[in-house]
């Protein structure tokens, strides 16, 4: 496969959901279909992920925004976690085409550094890297018990993302390694300050992976945004506060493209 296969559903303005690692937009079926009145939804499974585990395209920012930005209209952008950061690299780098960004549960730098106390350490993702190439079904388990450490709902998130890990077969192990290596060193927080289009910022309260305080630093930084916490929520809060987050979106949506807004 050369090209990524992209799933459009629903009516309305263009949007496009972006998973997070290791994942696969399968992993948005209930945010989905509670937005697919108001949307029409781009689905699109990273490279190395879900129907497009044998695209050729590398898993890498500039090249997956460069196809996406080409074959789908001027959209909203929304990303969870990894996501993020190519919803964010679209922003930047071809304002043209997004017409706004929500990032869910993501950062523009996922890793701590000496001017950066918000991030995760270092070291958890160099021991996910490690794990990849002794165990990575173990890894992965680890990756999702954290994602989910914290929730109102922590069991059914992890039963909820651990049903969906494999669903659409199992993710290249080169391509987590990426994935990770995406995670570890991109920091896109110069970017922030020139964002022209709206952004929205949506975090749980709960997070462990990525800390709200962290989003709200990011967000601080950017001419139009708003910050929206999910209390009680983890990692993932399109799973256990689908409708929570899905009003959010629509709520910005509105605002983004102009629509009345939704009684």
Known sequence: MTTLRIETRGKGPPLVL?????????????????????????LVDLPGHGHNRDAALALALEP????????????LWVGWSLGGLF???????RGESVAGVAMLCASPRFVRGEDWRLGMSPEIFRGFA???RSDYRATLDRFIALEAFGSDDARGEMRALRNEVFARGEPATHVLAD????LETTDL?????ALSMPTLWLAGRRDRLVDPRAMQAAAAEVADARM???????????????????????TFGARVFGMAAAP
Do not use: N
């Open 228 to 250: 929206v916490v999910v209390e009680h929520a983890g990692h993932a809060p399109f799973l256990t506060h689908a409708e929570d987050v899905s009003a959010e979106l629509a």
């Open 130 to 132: 490690l794990g990849l």
């Open 179 to 182: 994935g990770l290596e995406l």
């Open 18 to 42: 972006l998973h997070g690692w290791a994942m696969h937009s399968g992993v948005f079926d209930a945010l989905a279909g509670r937005l697919a009145d108001d949307f029409t939804l781009h």
């Open 64 to 75: 997956v925004v460069a196809e996406l930005t080409q074959r789908v209209p001027r959209a």
């Open 189 to 193: 927080r110069p970017a922030l300050p």
């Open 87 to 93: 919803a964010l690299h679209a922003a930047s780098t």
